[in-house]
């Protein structure tokens, strides 16, 4: 059974940095493409960032292009999500998620979800 735990979230103030970590366990992490979405209050769940299974490639919502970072590594069974320059709009529970496609932008190719770690940007 594949288990994806994320932490890392908090409360932090605008222009403020957090890195999210996302362990997974269970299965063959090296194989799954991973992604990081986000939920605010009253909004549907959106794409923010993705990576190869090799980490060779990543893909980023224009919204934090140039402000956060997804990173992996394998040895660790892990996948991170530096965000820096944080703004009210960043505020979100933040979920980690892998898919056995080589990357995937729509929530829907996603196999496996983790439970989610709350980012609160303050102003």
């Known amino acids: 059974q594949v288990q994806l735990v994320e932490s890392g979230g908090g409360l932090v103030q605008t222009g403020g940095s957090l890195r999210l970590s996302c362990l997974v366990s269970g299965g063959t992490f090296s194989t799954y493409a991973m992604g990081w979405f986000r939920q605010a209050p009253g909004k549907e769940r959106e794409f923010v960032a993705a990576i190869s299974w090799s980490g060779g490639s990543t893909y980023y919502t224009d919204s934090v292009k140039g402000r956060f970072t997804i990173s992996r590594d394998n040895a660790k069974n892990t996948v991170y999500l530096q965000m820096n320059s944080l703004k009210p709009e960043d505020t979100a529970v933040y979920y980690c998620?892998?898919?056995?496609?080589?990357?995937?932008?729509?929530?829907?190719?996603?196999?496996?979800w983790g439970q989610g770690t709350q980012v609160t940007v303050s102003s």
């Open positions: 998620a892998a898919t056995y496609r080589s990357w995937a932008m729509s929530l829907h190719e996603y196999d496996y």
